[in-house]
């Protein structure tokens, strides 16, 4: 957990760094996923799953209007 927490503040620091807003969002984005996914395989579906999780809104409205738009790569 140590490690996880040590790779999000960091990446959370780069995009802070950053000029482009892509690269802010990758950095961003690889935080969540540093915090959110223990193991390989199947990261988006496990970050959308959690962060969805974390909050009060519903799974599926979260999932379709927040985290699956602006996690995806295609």
């Known amino acids: 957990l140590k490690n996880r927490l040590r790779i999000a503040m960091g990446r959370l620091h780069q995009s802070l760094l950053r000029s482009s807003p892509a690269d802010k ?7 969540l996923e540093a915090l959110l996914v223990n193991d ?4 988006t579906f496990k970050v959308a799953l959690r962060a969805a999780l974390m ?3 519903s799974l599926g409205n979260f999932i379709a ?10």
Not at 25 to 31: F, G, N, R, T, Y
Not at 40 to 43: A, K, L, N, T, V
Not at 65 to 74: E, F, L, M, Q, R
């Open 25 to 31: 969002c990758l950095e961003l984005a690889i935080a």
């Open 40 to 43: 390989r395989g199947e990261h």
């Open 55 to 57: 909050t009060a809104d």
């Open 65 to 74: 209007k927040v985290v699956k738009p602006n996690y995806s790569v295609a």
